[in-house]
């Protein structure tokens, strides 16, 4: 674990480090996690339209069961699933799929701000590419700030907005993906 060497970060003009702990839960509440191993963050006794049932429940949307239903299946249809998975638990699930219903679960909510640990490691090349479509996509629609951790160099390059390169936990360049492409800052960033 490193000790961070300087910067902040802020919710609402302050520093989330000395926000009273009222203001620290509204600001967990914000940011939504999406992890590299899905299947251990999904209830496996529960059906994909429950987990995301359930995430409505815990932050109180939808009025009823119907309109919950309802929103489990728009849910659904935007992360690129079909109606009939609804009633599948997540061991029924290709790796791909586990992720969308991770994926699903996450943006139940309206949430400022979602963090992504190399959610795609675990997939195959084919649908590695077909995922990073599909989460590229969600963003777009979304419009949340997204932070995507990864070490594929393609992933960061066809997906970001604008990219920061660590080395042993150090800030060695942020930049647009092209920028940092054309004028690397070291050449451990060329490396990149």
Known sequence: MYEK???????????VERLKKTDRMAFTKQVQCIFQDPFSSLNPRMTVERILEEGMLVHKIGENQTERREMAEELLQKVGLKKEYEGRYPHEFSGGQRQRVALGRAIVKDSKVFLMDEPLSNLDAKLRVSMRNEISKLHRQIGSTTIYV???????????????????????????????????????????
């Open 5 to 15: 060497s300087g910067g902040s970060v802020k919710f609402r003009e302050q520093e």
């Open 150 to 192: 990864t070490h594929d160099q393609v992933e960061a390059m066809t997906m970001a907005d604008r990219i920061v390169i660590m080395k042993d936990g150090f800030v060695q360049q942020v930049g647009k993906p092209m920028d940092l492409y054309e004028h690397p800052a070291n050449k451990f960033v060329a490396g990149f």
